[in-house]
């Protein structure tokens, strides 16, 4: 404010630069709430509410059709699971699937990826046939697993026993706990090799071609390119990989479920995901059932922590 030649007291003329600093970012942040006003409506109603509302019946033995008789039991649901065999069997088969799964996907998904990123005739062919299977239904590659591995009219078996001669008799894959878990880890690479390419590939084209003519001159073979070069640069690709297939592994659930039915025999056979459908809805177990649900969601949560700062100090 200034003094008037007659010893008043002008009035400001403009609003002060913070305060119109404060309105121009609000008035740019409402269109921007309108328009995401209906995804977080639909984020609370679906997403948030239902969550928070399964949290609240783990910490009780829920009766579905008077749920306002539901006993408050604390974190009995929790120490249960955690007491429970069958549980600690499912986070042992489903921590031994992730763990195959992944690592034999992104060995050969980058091998498939480094092929596909040669010059060659019919490189676009090839291309789409490895993604194929990455868009086929779970639900029919599951079944067709499970034809396939019939213990007796099974199209393994009969190559194994009859072509090859590499088994006396036919074997019982889905009859024992370990070797069920052969073909839904198959069918789960099969599945999945060629989405990791992709991504690899997606990775490599992102290198620049001059590094490997300067590593030609410099009398680097192919092996050492892949190491110096291509390895390294392909590690923010990595952890992408790393991250996601390890959280889809830990969530496993369609095959497991069509294959095994559920966890035969004798209920050895349970993923995480399976074992929770099972006591939701088939024992009506809600309140067992949101307990292992939460668990599966905290032990995700605390791998991809893990994996996210080995993957920053490795990268480091």
């Not at 997403?47 to 008077?66: A, C, D, T």
């Not at 408050?72 to 499912?90: E, H, T, W």
């Amino acid at each position: 404010m200034k003094l008037s030649a007659v010893g008043g007291i002008n009035p400001p003329t403009a609003f002060p630069p913070t305060t119109m600093h404060t309105k121009r970012r609000y008035s740019d942040l409402l269109p921007a709430l309108i328009f995401l006003l209906p995804g977080l409506i639909l984020f609370v109603l679906f997403f948030l509410g239902p969550m928070l509302y399964s949290l609240q019946i783990s910490f009780f033995e829920w009766k579905i059709v008077h749920p306002d008789q539901s006993l408050f039991v604390g974190f009995r649901n929790y120490q249960r699971a955690l007491s429970d065999s069958i549980f600690q069997r499912a986070i042992l088969n489903t921590l031994a699937y992730t763990v195959v799964t992944v690592s034999v996907k992104m060995i050969l998904g980058l091998g498939v990826a480094l092929l596909l990123n040669q010059n060659f005739p019919g490189r676009t062919f090839f291309r789409v046939a490895y993604y194929l299977p990455v868009i086929t239904s779970w639900v029919i590659v599951s079944l067709l697993f499970e034809y396939m591995f019939n213990g007796q009219a099974g199209l393994v078996n009969y190559i194994l026993k009859d072509i090859l001669r590499l088994i006396p008799k036919d074997v019982l894959w889905f009859a024992d706990p370990i070797l069920t878990l052969v073909p839904i880890v198959l069918l789960d690479i099969w599945k999945g090799i060629g989405w990791v390419a992709i991504i690899f590939l997606a990775g490599l084209q992102t290198i620049p071609v001059e590094l490997y003519e300067a590593a030609c001159v410099d009398g680097a073979d192919a092996l050492a390119q892949l190491r110096y070069i291509t390895w390294p640069l392909l590690g923010p690709t990595t952890v992408f990989l790393v991250v996601v297939l390890v959280i889809g592994g830990l969530n496993a659930y369609v095959p497991f479920q069509l294959m095994t039915n559920g966890g035969d025999p004798m209920d050895l056979t349970h993923s995480v995901l399976t074992l929770m459908y099972e006591a939701t809805f088939g024992r009506i177990d809600f309140g067992y059932g949101a307990a292992i649900s939460y668990l599966l969601t905290v032990f995700v949560f605390i791998v991809s922590l893990i994996e996210l700062r080995l993957m920053r100090q490795q990268a480091a």
